[in-house]
């Protein structure tokens, strides 16, 4: 029997669906199951890992926190959506990547049995990570429909503030590329001054905007800087999944404490990636929004090809969900079907917010360039009808 801490984690999906594509080992398999991506990293970041490699001063635990030039580099990066000034010295601090940011934070502002707010649906990994810290996902639907998908108003105003000791949101969020409006933020950003709990703002993809959206920080509105957390990541915006490098950013006694938990945790982070995503930070020609261009091509390509299917159309992010309820199937269903039929991994949303998220396949789009994604509504009509 496992720990009483392990009763509820579930699995992500993921790592099966990645295991059974890797299993076929044929190049015509659609890697469409896992937030990768084919776009490399800046080249800044590229030459400094390179050098870093030789460095002494990277072969070292210290320092604890992160590396100076990156700690200012994420400071100012939070700082500047939100219109607001932050210490880089007493209010950020590095982490091993964003969810492992996510948890520090949750480890340090939760009690067994406070209730987080999430949306649903939600990525599980981060579901996985309010339960490892004691606490209890409280879901807010996202409504979807045939322009996107909307937080529910209604049933967030009908939440118990009370049990409520943090809210942590995504936007653009992961599955659904869901993108929250500045009323929507404001419904949010009120909730939190009603419950006074804190906002934890996975940041991860805030600039993979699509349709001429902007940046919407919610630390900016009224009374919210001394309540928000922000939690970025190199993963996504600067393509840099496999160096391992988040950063945590807010008040400052908060940071403090956050601190003492990633020292008790991972120790320090990857000292030849640190200043590479400081380089990725400052470099002009990072190549966000010529990604953000591609990635946007690739999803209207792909919202083209499945016309035919209730997809839910994603307005930043990597992926969308396609809802498969209307064709007397689950979203397992569905994805076995794609995987032996289609040559297509996909991963179904089991677990993914509440029961009602299996009827959802997330379609990955951030991996596969448009000569490969081409046909790929002739798959979906091979294994699917």
């Known amino acids: 029997m496992p720990v009483s801490r392990l009763k509820h984690i579930t699995r992500i999906g993921v790592e099966q669906m990645s295991d059974l594509a890797d299993n076929l080992n044929n190049p015509e398999v659609l890697r469409l199951e896992n937030l990768d991506t084919d776009l490399r990293p ?23 926190l992160g590396m100076d030039a990156l700690r200012q580099a994420a400071a100012d990066l939070v700082g500047k959506p939100s219109g607001l000034e932050y210490d880089w010295k007493t209010e950020c601090v590095i982490s091993a990547g964003g969810c492992a940011g996510i948890l520090n934070v949750l480890l340090a502002t939760l009690e067994p049995g406070d209730e987080v707010l999430m949306t649903d649906p939600i990525y599980v990994g981060l579901i996985n990570r309010v339960r490892l810290a004691g606490g209890v996902p409280r879901f807010v639907p996202l409504l979807p429909s045939t322009d996107g998908w909307r937080l529910d108003a209604d049933a967030l105003a009908g939440i118990d503030p009370g049990p409520v000791k943090a809210a942590l949101m995504m936007s653009p969020s992961m599955p659904s590329g869901a993108v929250f409006s500045a009323e929507e933020w404001r419904a949010v950003t009120g909730f939190c001054q009603r419950a006074n709990c804190w906002l934890i703002n996975d940041s991860a993809m805030e600039r993979i905007l699509y349709d001429d959206l902007a940046v919407i920080h919610p630390a900016s509105f009224a009374g919210m800087r001394d309540k928000t957390i922000t939690v970025g990541s190199a993963s996504k915006e600067y393509r840099m999944i496999g160096w391992r490098v988040g950063w945590v950013v807010g008040p400052a006694e908060i940071i403090a404490d956050v601190a003492r ?54 307005h930043g992010g990597w992926s969308f969900l396609i809802d498969v309820s209307t064709l007397n199937m689950d979203g397992a269903t569905a994805s076995k079907r794609l995987l032996e039929h289609g040559k297509i991994a996909a991963t179904p949303m089991v677990n993914w917010g509440s029961d009602d998220t ?24 091979k294994a699917l009808g």
Do not use: H
């Open 358 to 381: 299996s009827r959802y396949l997330r379609i990955v789009f951030s991996n596969e360039p448009i000569a490969r994604l081409r046909d790929i509504g002739e798959r979906f009509r």
């Open 42 to 64: 800046p080249q800044a970041a590229l030459d400094f890992t390179k050098q870093a490699v030789d460095d002494d001063d990277a072969n070292s635990y210290l320092p604890f």
């Open 261 to 314: 938990v990633s020292i008790s945790n991972v120790v320090c982070q990857t000292g030849i990636a640190m200043g590479a995503v400081a380089a990725a930070i400052q470099d002009p020609g990072n190549g966000i929004q010529a990604c953000v261009d591609e990635w946007q091509r690739r999803r209207n390509l792909l919202l083209d090809e499945l016309g035919d299917y209730d997809v839910i159309p994603p």
